[in-house]
């Protein structure tokens, strides 16, 4: 939690709250579902809330926005930035029902008013959004295929067209061939931690 107070110190006492009750939660929860990796949640914060706030590092979501959360899982990244960002809207979207109820009863503990979740296939949603963020989902190509007609047409921020932000580690070099317009941002321009050497956030415009 301290790693967030770091690079976060300007967010409000009760946003700090609700992201010092996410590892309890998330505690009591994955002891019925493994909705993340054991082996990850000894570094919960560093590996889960702050890597998903990086896309807050990018961008920074304007109030009113639309944002899907393709292939939520456990609730990331939409949970983490539906709390640093209260006046946007997230759609938290997986298919299997499970997870789904999970992140449901996790929004509902924390009152997250501007956060709501759908058990579907991404690719059969009809909703449209301004933006798309998502983690660890699938290869970028395929990702792209099943949102490519979920945009709003026309954007709400002056700054930036609609599309997706991708959470990813690794060389991406091969998936961003079909990309040339992406755009990286390393997150260790951001985090100073070893962790964040090799991950980044991908923005795809629509």
């Known amino acids: 939690m301290e790693?967030?107070?770091?690079?976060?110190?300007?967010?409000?006492?009760?946003?700090?709250d609700k992201l010092y009750y996410l590892q309890s939660l998330y505690s009591y929860w994955n002891s019925?579902?493994?909705?993340?990796?054991?082996?990850?949640?000894?570094?919960?914060?560093?590996q889960h809330v702050l890597f998903c706030l990086g896309i807050a590092k990018v961008y920074s979501f304007v109030p009113g926005s639309c944002v899907m959360d393709l292939g939520t899982g456990g609730g990331f990244p939409g949970i983490p930035?539906?709390?640093?960002?209260?006046?946007?809207?997230?759609?938290?979207?997986?298919?299997?029902?499970?997870?789904?109820?999970?992140?449901?009863n996790i929004i509902n503990d924390l009152h997250l008013e501007n956060a709501n979740t759908i058990c579907i296939r991404a690719e059969k949603?009809?909703?449209?959004?301004?933006?798309v963020v998502t983690r660890?989902?699938?290869?970028?190509?395929?990702?792209?295929?099943?949102?490519?007609n979920k945009f709003k047409h026309t954007s709400n921020s002056k700054y930036i067209k609609n599309g997706t932000f991708y959470l990813k580690g690794g060389d991406?070099?091969?998936?961003?061939?079909?990309?040339?317009?992406?755009?990286?941002?390393?997150?260790?321009?951001?985090?100073?931690?070893?962790?964040?050497?090799?991950?980044?956030?991908?923005?795809?415009?629509?």
């Open 136 to 148: 660890a989902v699938t290869k970028i190509d395929t990702i792209h295929q099943w949102i490519n």
């Open 32 to 46: 019925y579902v493994n909705v993340i990796s054991r082996k990850t949640f000894y570094d919960f914060y560093q």
């Open 81 to 104: 930035l539906s709390i640093v960002f209260p006046k946007t809207e997230f759609i938290l979207v997986d298919s299997v029902m499970k997870k789904i109820k999970i992140v449901k």
């Open 125 to 131: 949603l009809e909703k449209k959004f301004d933006f």
């Open 172 to 206: 991406t070099s091969y998936e961003l061939k079909k990309f040339p317009h992406a755009i990286e941002y390393p997150l260790s321009h951001y985090f100073h931690e070893p962790f964040f050497t090799t991950k980044k956030v991908v923005w795809i415009s629509n």
């Open 3 to 16: 790693l967030i107070k770091k690079y976060f110190p300007h967010l409000l006492s009760i946003q700090f």
